[in-house]
């Protein structure tokens, strides 16, 4: 295969990512602290995340599927497929490089069936989505089961909830009731919250940037940062527009470069008119549509910028989310495959 440069790049920040997760596990206080690094480590590069965490003294790592944990299988990990384990996924559940998140009961009898080796469980404490109930586990369901972790999910972490706490109640209830040797609970947000942390927490968004609660608001480092080439410079005069559907039309004669990123790469259509770049230090905007692979700025106030220079686009996760719309979440597992990606 030919090896050609990517006209986009994104700029992954190793050492922020470290300390994220250093900070996380400072604030888990007794609990240990794992690592979501599902949906390609959140679009960064599952491989590359975890690996430095790894090094970084992180122990316990969580993706969706068995796709996903057989791409971490070779740096021979602790890791938990959240989604447990279909019929299709026995071949891969059994050969012993993950252990399975058991969901329902059927799966806890296809995991029985086998010999019923080391797993994990998730119980659903309120958010009615993954989970075998209070009343299975009352009623026998796990027995004979050897469980490492007992987890559930809080459905509002993120906000000041009366959920929150009921579903921490509950789940607390369950201490003792299983086999399990540890009980996990938080995510990002539930790690800032008093009480949640339980013996093992699974941070992710925060992990990467995202700041999803106030409590950790200063305590995060951004690690993910986008550059991408402007592939012509051009004159706009005034009364012209830019772009689909002619939402931007030019007030006066605009020096518009025109960048080689669009929805396509994970800019979606939400920063389209609102986005920001910079050059340089000097802060540009998004002028117009943001279309499948290109999207316009307005460089009037940038002297001497040509085709083929770089821009970064401002994806400060916060500010981006409020600004395009999109959760923190999809900003980040929306980043397209298109762009390099570089580790410092």
């Not at 071949?91 to 009961?105: E, H, K, Q, S, Y």
């Not at 086999?179 to 699974?202: C, P, V, W």
């Amino acid at each position: 295969m030919i090896d050609v440069p990517a006209p986009l790049r994104l700029r992954l920040d190793g050492n922020a990512l470290v300390q994220n997760w250093r900070t996380l596990d400072r604030m888990s206080g007794d609990a240990a602290c794992g690592a979501a690094v599902k949906a390609n480590g959140y679009g960064l590069g599952s491989v590359e995340v975890a690996r430095r965490l790894a090094d970084a003294g992180c122990r316990d790592f969580f993706v969706s599927n068995w796709q996903e944990a057989a791409e971490l299988a070779p740096l021979g990990l602790t890791v938990s497929v959240l989604h447990g384990v279909r019929e299709e996924d026995m071949p891969a559940a059994t050969a012993g490089f993950a252990r399975p998140v058991l969901n329902t009961p059927t799966q806890v009898a296809r995991w029985k069936l086998v010999g019923g080796g080391l797993c994990d469980v998730m119980v659903n404490t309120g958010m009615n989505r993954l989970g075998v109930s209070a009343e299975d586990i009352a009623g026998g369901l796990l027995e004979g089961l050897q469980i490492e972790t007992l987890m559930s999910h809080l459905a509002c972490a993120d906000e000041d909830s009366p959920m929150n706490a009921t579903q921490r109640d509950r789940f607390a209830a369950l201490r003792g009731a299983t086999t399990a040797k540890q009980m996990s609970l938080a995510n990002s947000a539930a790690i800032a919250l008093d009480g949640y942390a339980f013996d093992l927490t699974r941070p992710g968004l925060a992990l990467y940037g995202g700041i999803p609660c106030a409590g950790l608001t200063g305590a995060i480092r951004p690690v993910v940062f986008t550059e991408a080439q402007i592939l012509q410079r051009r004159r706009v005069v005034a009364g012209d527009t830019v772009g689909y559907n002619a939402t931007w039309t030019a007030s006066r004669d605009t020096e518009v470069a025109i960048v080689n990123l669009g929805y396509a790469d994970g800019y979606f259509r939400g920063f389209s008119d609102c986005g920001t770049g910079s050059i340089s230090g000097t802060d540009v905007p998004v002028i117009g549509r943001v279309s499948m692979d290109l999207l316009a700025i307005d460089v009037t106030t940038v002297a001497d910028i040509e085709e083929g220079a770089w821009i970064a686009l401002d994806l400060a996760l916060p500010d981006a989310a409020a600004r395009s719309g999109m959760s923190q979440y999809e900003l980040l597992t929306g980043i397209g495959a298109r762009s390099s990606r570089s580790w410092s």
